[in-house]
């Protein structure tokens, strides 16, 4: 599967962006989607996940309540809805795809087995 991150761009503190992944390939149904960030001098690190179906979201403990996930596999996309968004949010942020067991999920980066090209988010304050 081949993932295009998109929706990206400047934005100031408490402002919103909703960032897409559209997906190409066969099978889409069969991946748990995620997000991570990859802020300048820090690891790559989980933001949210959801499983195949949509049903089951997972956050970091500090982004919950103000980021949201969401799938339609319908349309092969998944989406990163941040609010209040906050000058530490600022960092290249990547969606992946890991051929999971059904409905389960992992916050560990090689764990994934695609991946976006990333879209940078900065929040200025």
């Known amino acids: 599967v081949q993932l295009q991150a998109s929706g990206g761009g400047l934005v100031q503190a408490g402002g919103s962006l909703r960032l897409s992944c559209a997906a190409s390939?066969?099978?889409?149904?069969?991946?748990?989607m995620a997000w991570f960030r990859q802020a300048p001098g820090k690891e790559r690190e989980f933001v949210a996940a959801?499983?195949?179906?949509?049903?089951?979201?997972y956050y970091a403990d500090s982004l919950k309540g103000r980021f949201t996930i969401s799938r339609d596999n319908a349309k092969n996309m998944v989406y990163l809805q941040m609010t209040n968004l906050k000058p530490e949010d600022t960092a290249v942020y990547y969606c992946?795809?890991?051929?999971?067991?059904?409905?389960?999920?992992?916050?560990?980066?090689?764990?994934?087995?695609?991946w976006g090209q990333g879209t940078q988010v900065t929040v200025s304050s």
């Open positions: 992946a795809a890991d051929d999971a067991r059904p409905e389960m999920y992992t916050t560990v980066p090689d764990a994934y087995d695609y």
């Open positions: 959801t499983t195949q179906s949509g049903r089951k979201t």
């Open positions: 390939g066969r099978y889409f149904m069969s991946y748990t």
